[in-house]
């Protein structure tokens, strides 16, 4: 008897230890499954694919910054002042179309007020299938993103989620500490990486900048492209017409195109970009922005710390090129400016590059 009382004790015990949690997670809610922030309450932002859903659904806002992690050093408060609104930043580091698309999906069926999307458009996901998950960044957090409760466990038990988040919130209030968030500024940003020449090169190729014979998209390719881009770009931007969506290719350095050179895939690159902005162009509320022709940008590698990602100096540099509507793609510059970025890549002096690498 002494021993069902003592099992008995220990049940409701551990019974009474979860609820508490559970409640603890729902009450807090670092990653915003059930609500906004709370007042008085100080929360940080690091999990991208966990807080994006919550982020998206629960703030307020009429702005919205999104894409891979090549758009993680956008300032909100830059594109605010600019553009006079009040911006998120919900990046999806590797994410692709889909991924960033279902996102805007979940924008616009919670807000009704979205006067601007920016864009990232990565190259690496353009000739993808339109249905393309990463599966190889960890399981997808599916159970923040859907509304069925039973699945909701992974969450309210979830030791990054507690031990990481809701434990860290407490404690600061508890300490007297002032609510609030991360800025969406600071959120996902690499403002300390090292941005340069040597760290560029990094991810070049033994062969990069010789030319190897050029390949074309297939037929099969450019209809998986056409499918991706008209999912997961042309019909959510059709079926909110009162909403701008500035759309940019993400900026690559030479190192980049280099590479591509060598590969024999520069002219498919380009015509998969080419062909993916007449589809959008086809679409009045989609602008379509390219920076590959500002070539002071692309060639410096001062402004990279791999052959992609770009400092944060060049993201508030695109945002102003957007106010000012400089480095835009339209239905009549569309076939000049491929033809144009060819004939620069395909004829720039690589070997120049290296001689950055030894004067920094």
Same mark, same amino acid.
């Given at each position: ?7 008995? $004790? ?46 998206t659904k629960h703030f307020s806002y009429n702005a919205v910054i999104t894409g891979t992690s090549m758009t993680e050093n956008f ?148 209809? $998986?492209? $056409? ?18 969506f500035y759309c940019f290719f993400t900026p690559y350095s030479a190192v980049w195109w280099g590479n591509l050179l060598c590969e ?56 102003s090129q957007f106010k000012a509507g400089n480095d835009e793609i339209t239905k009549d510059n569309v076939d000049s400016y491929a ?22």
């Amino acid at each position: 008897m002494r021993a069902k009382k003592w099992l008995k $004790t220990f049940l409701i015990l551990i019974l009474m230890f979860l609820v508490a949690v559970g409640a603890l997670m729902v009450v807090i809610d670092p990653f915003f499954h059930y609500h906004a922030p709370l007042q008085g309450l100080y929360y940080e932002l690091g999990e991208q694919r966990s807080q994006n859903d919550g982020i998206t659904k629960h703030f307020s806002y009429n702005a919205v910054i999104t894409g891979t992690s090549m758009t993680e050093n956008f300032k909100t408060s830059e594109l605010d002042l600019l553009l006079g609104t009040q911006s998120i930043k919900v990046p999806y580091p590797g994410g692709t179309y889909k991924e960033i698309g279902d996102n805007l999906k979940t924008a616009f069926a919670t807000h009704d007020d979205i006067q601007i999307v920016v864009r990232g458009l990565d190259y690496s996901h353009l000739v993808e299938d339109k249905d393309a998950m990463r599966t190889d960044m960890g399981t997808f957090p599916t159970y923040l993103y859907d509304n069925n409760l039973f699945n909701d466990v992974k969450y309210l038990f979830n030791n990054t989620a507690l031990g990481v988040y809701a434990l860290p919130t407490l404690l600061r209030y508890l300490r007297g500490e002032s609510g609030g968030i991360t800025s969406f500024d600071d959120y996902s940003a690499t403002y300390g990486e090292n941005y340069s020449a040597a760290a560029a090169l990094g991810d070049a190729s033994p062969d990069m900048g010789q030319k190897a014979e050029q390949k074309a998209l297939t037929d099969e390719e450019i209809q $998986t492209l $056409t499918d991706n881009v008209e999912q997961n770009i042309v019909e959510i931007a059709k079926e909110n017409p009162d909403t701008t969506f500035y759309c940019f290719f993400t900026p690559y350095s030479a190192v980049w195109w280099g590479n591509l050179l060598c590969e024999g895939t520069l002219e498919k690159q380009v015509e998969a970009e080419r062909i993916a902005t007449k589809l959008m162009l086809e679409v009045g509320n989609i602008r379509v922005f390219s920076f590959n022709m500002e070539t002071e940008i692309i060639t410096d590698l001062s402004n990279y710390m791999d052959a992609g990602h770009y400092s944060p100096k060049i993201n508030s540099w695109m945002l102003s090129q957007f106010k000012a509507g400089n480095d835009e793609i339209t239905k009549d510059n569309v076939d000049s400016y491929a033809k144009a970025q060819i004939g620069f890549y395909e004829n720039f002096d690589y070997s120049s590059l290296y001689e950055q690498a030894k004067e920094q």
